[in-house]
């Protein structure tokens, strides 16, 4: 059974900093390991993502702020979160993307909240 399980967020103030965790299972093979986010009434976006080889994309908004990483072996991740800002209140989705016959599918964790007081 797959398996992504995030933890980590939390209440903070502007400023402060949060590390979110991701526990996947039950996948053989994983290319990219991400995670997004959702703020209410916003879509849903990409905050950073990792490739098995160690290769990372970030958002603008993440870019000098956050630190994406991945233990190929454990299958987790996590991401550092430093100066958050208000804007950065969303809920925080782990996310897989793994190869199938023909192409490639994604697995979703349900999410960790984070809040940002100003």
């Known amino acids: 059974q797959v398996q992504l399980v995030e933890s980590g967020g939390g209440l903070v103030q502007a400023g402060g900093s949060l590390r979110l965790s991701c526990v996947v299972s039950g996948i053989l093979q994983i290319n990219t390991l991400g995670w997004y986010r959702q703020a209410p009434g916003k879509q849903r976006e990409l905050v950073a993502s990792i490739t098995s080889d160690g290769s990372t994309t970030y958002a603008n908004s993440a870019k000098g702020r956050f630190a994406i990483s991945r233990d190929t072996v454990k299958n987790t991740m996590d991401l550092q979160m430093n100066s958050l800002k208000p804007e950065d209140t969303a809920e925080y989705f782990c996310?897989?993307?793994?190869?199938?016959?023909?192409?490639?599918?994604?697995?979703w964790g349900l999410g960790t909240q984070v809040t940002v007081s100003s």
């Open positions: 996310v897989a993307v793994s190869p199938v016959c023909g192409g490639v599918t994604d697995y």
